[in-house]
């Protein structure tokens, strides 16, 4: 397939594409769907597509699944976050990264959320977690999907005329540009199971069970001491702790450090 014939495609099938790859991203799986913004963005600025219908694909792919995990999140909570963490091979810190967003802007993070990768899947099970109503959220994930994907159609209408360039040098790569494209597709999802798999192994740290943990408490063990690191939200969220634990949300260990006991056994929880 040429450039011309890609180019072809694209303006044939190009709101379908666009709707798959918009889907697919808001689903949790690791599918960037900026390339297809910028794509029709660029061929919208040659009259070939329309904004317009370009802004619906987005919307009637975005809004669906931003809506599920949004009530998904209302009825099921943290563990939401959690599987879409595994889904969209982001590190679990993406969770706490989506939970300081909402901290620092509070609902608004859903107007900005779409435009970090991994964030985006995680902020709509968060904003129902912490009982954002429905209407407000669909009105805010709206206007997210809208400035997301506005900006990224906009920089590719702006840059229009590159377009052609771009074909060119694709026509005379002629059948490795999908060779190009793949492996980078195929580079980015390992880049992302390699980096959560890095991420996993250095938490492997010694460990304790519940049942160990209820009995050494029980037993009134004065050498133990317990750390709560969740997020406000999550307390929040789930008011509910360990009996005794101190509660030093995990970015704020670093200021809090001198309420951290140097002479006991410490154990650090954040679900």
């Known amino acids: 397939m040429t450039a011309a014939d890609a180019l072809q495609v694209m303006v044939q099938h190009g709101y379908l594409m666009l709707f798959g790859f918009v889907l697919a991203e808001q689903i949790g ?16 600025g040659t009259g070939r597509m329309s904004l317009v219908l370009a802004f619906g694909a987005v919307l009637a792919a975005s809004l669906p699944p931003d809506l599920v995990w949004y009530e998904l999140g209302r009825r099921r909570g943290r563990g939401v976050l959690g599987l879409l963490c595994r889904i969209s091979l982001e590190p679990d810190s993406c969770v706490r990264q989506t939970e300081n967003l909402f901290t620092r802007s509070g609902r608004k993070a859903l107007v900005i959320a779409k435009f970090f990768p991994g964030l985006s899947t995680i902020a709509p099970p968060l904003a129902g977690m912490i009982g954002l109503g429905r209407w407000s959220f669909i009105a805010l994930d709206t206007v997210g999907a809208t400035v997301w994907s506005g900006a990224w159609m906009g920089l590719g209408y702006i840059f229009s005329d590159a377009l052609e360039v771009v074909a060119a040098w694709a026509t005379n790569l002629g059948h490795y540009v999908l060779l190009v494209v793949g492996v980078a597709l195929v580079s980015y999802v390992a880049f992302k199971f390699v980096n959560r798999q890095r991420l996993l192994r250095s938490l492997r740290i010694a460990r304790i069970t519940p049942d160990e943990l209820k009995r050494r408490l029980d037993a009134g063990d004065a050498d133990l001491v317990v750390i709560d690191t969740r997020s406000a939200l999550d307390v929040t969220a789930q008011p509910y702790a360990i009996r005794g634990a101190i509660w030093i949300a995990a970015e704020e260990i670093d200021r809090r450090h001198a309420e951290v006991p140097r002479d006991r056994e410490i154990v650090l929880y954040c679900t």
């Open 29 to 44: 799986l690791p599918i960037p769907a900026v390339p297809a913004l910028l794509a029709v963005g660029a061929l919208a």
